[in-house]
């Protein structure tokens, strides 16, 4: 059987998509032995996994160079990507917020500027809320724009919160909830039909 | 910004190999009794803007004429084609089946993507029938096979099901456009989220929340599909697809095809089955299309149409097919003094359509790849062909034996 290409953003959500996998009777020995190739197969040679950094991922599989994917609502709200988005598998769960300092005003019709790794949920936020703003994108250590003046309000992803207390910042406002999805390139879809049928009901066990 | 970083022998063979291809896409929309046809370049910004406004203005080239009116280059076919049989005829008595191969233009966000993009389709005319739509899906399949795919899958669908879905479920603008997001990315959980927050009859929520699993092979989706509670219109347009699938069954095409009720495409003057085809190592549709029988009303026409379109660089990239070896047949070697009998070989050979080079340059005799290797010689000709020397001393002769030892080749 010919096999099938699975792209995981590297980081985090990869180890915890392992242990899922591991979960679904789904092995990469190479992975357990904290390997550090990019490339690597299952036990029964017929999952290739492939990673990514996250902001590639959706590209990886929209493009068809990946079958499947998985990776966070965050990255899918913001890229867009033209991909069906079959499972919702529940871990690298968080929140898609507006944070600033306590008591800062966002809907009074002022222009703001927003700080975000995710320029376009940004502008699609408040662009809904009939606020302009000037999206400035950022690609790590977001918290840091409203401390130094950057900018007014941060858009980011909060897990706990504490990055945010001990910056002193807060939520304001709650965009989405965010969780790990699988995500399937169409074209894959229809010509490997039965083989990705068959590992999302192998994942949708775990689920269940 | 738009220049294309192959290179100058990549383009070569990419040309030589879509060249090729179209070849073959011609005589087999021939086959099927398309003539060709072409509309010009350009069209009026306002057929795009007024007419059917499916096509991101935004994404198209713009041109302004010595009178200040805009155009645009323009972004698809099937617009201008319509347009044209539209303006002959407003109804028809008889069916028009035409083909093209052309470029259409459109900008896309990324910038090295290139503007233009060659299409090849067809659009039939004048027929309402099943029998048509069968038919032209089995052409779409015939070419795919024709290239050599071997994993070739058409999904169908039809444009009408998912308006006859959320024609009751009285959403505003922008659930309207959540929805069809959700449906079309088969996004199971999200529908869910989706539908708690939404007042509809339950029946409707149930097939919703059905929609990303009716998908596969055309009994796996009716087994499915037969649980619903389903309006009249959507039975209705159910029947019709799998009365499809039986005729496309006759045609021997059955294993290729693959139902899938979420399938909604971005331009909205489908009105039936829809339909896109798919190949192994491409990640995206190579050829899509489907029924718009309302689409000549827009130039006050009743017409009813069926086509589709195949991305040709997608194919070219893809297609199995076999490279023809493009060797030239003759390279004829010749001082200044003897111009006038090189000339004079070249146009014997030359009637014979053999491909021919003349060159006065010595050093260029190796860079070039002939069969022929022909060089005049004070009295006669001396050729060298598969490594050996020959000598002639008339041109006749040499024509003969040239002829001979292609007929071989």
Redesign the interface.
Known sequence: MEYMTLALATGRIADQAMVFLEQAQIHFPDYQNHSRKLVMFDETKTIKAIFAKTADLTTYV????ADIGIVGKDTIIEDQP???????LGFGKCQLVVAGFPGATLYDGKPLTVASKYPRIAKKFFEEKGVQIDAIKLNGSVELAPLIGLSDVIVDIVETGTTLKQNGLVVLDHIADVSSRLIV???????K?ERI?QFIRQLKMVLE | MYINNKSIYEREREQRKQEQLIQILRRRFKTYGYTKMKTQAFEEYDLYAKVNRSINLKKMIKVIDQTGNVLVLRPDMTLPMTRQIAQEFSELSHDIKYYYIEDVFRQSEIEQTPLGRTQAGVEYYGNPSEEADAEVIALAIHILKDLGFKDIKVEMGDAGFFKALTQNMNLNGLQFYELKQLIQAKNAVDIERFLDNISVKDEIKQIVKHMPFLYGKPEYVLNMIRELPLTEEMTHKIDYLYRLVDLLNMYGLKEHLIIDLGLINQMDYYSDVIFQGFVERVGEPVMMGGRYNQLAESFQADIPAIGFACFIDLLVAAAPIEELEDLLDVCVVYEKSQLEQSIQLANDLRQREYRVITTENQAQVDQIKAIFLVTLKEIGYELVFKGEDYQFKDRLTLLDFIDKQREGI
């Open positions: 929209e493009k068809g160079a033209d991909v069906y988005e079959l499972l919702d390139n169409k074209a894959s879809y229809a010509t039909t049928q």
